[in-house]
């Protein structure tokens, strides 16, 4: 009869052992579980936060862009590009002339070098 407890006992206390083991397994699975969610939670908090940012920042460029090509404005823009087509208009007129004056330089140079030397 002792041994038949013992043999009981035996077997109460590792199905009991079984039981707490798979009860640890689920609590670590939940545990886990959780711990990524907060993280997921986390990062869609972080790319909607990104996303808002965003999404202002187009707003305040499309209302930036909105104001720039208003009827109020598009006099100050032409005036503005025409300005700068102007500028680039001078600057090119520029070059062209300090190109021709170092393209008779080099004319001259060679010139010089292909006469011959005199001693």
Known sequence: MADESTTALREIAELLKKRVE????????AVEARKRSEEM??????????????SEEMRRRSEEMRKQ??????????????????EQRQFRKSLHSELQRHNVLLTEIVEKLREPREK
């Open 22 to 29: 798979q009860e640890d397994a689920v609590a670590s699975r």
């Open 41 to 54: 939670t986390a990062r869609i908090q972080s790319q909607t936060e990104q996303a808002r940012t965003r």
């Open 69 to 86: 090509f208003a009827p109020e404005n598009r006099d100050k823009f032409r005036a503005e590009m025409e300005l700068r087509q102007e």
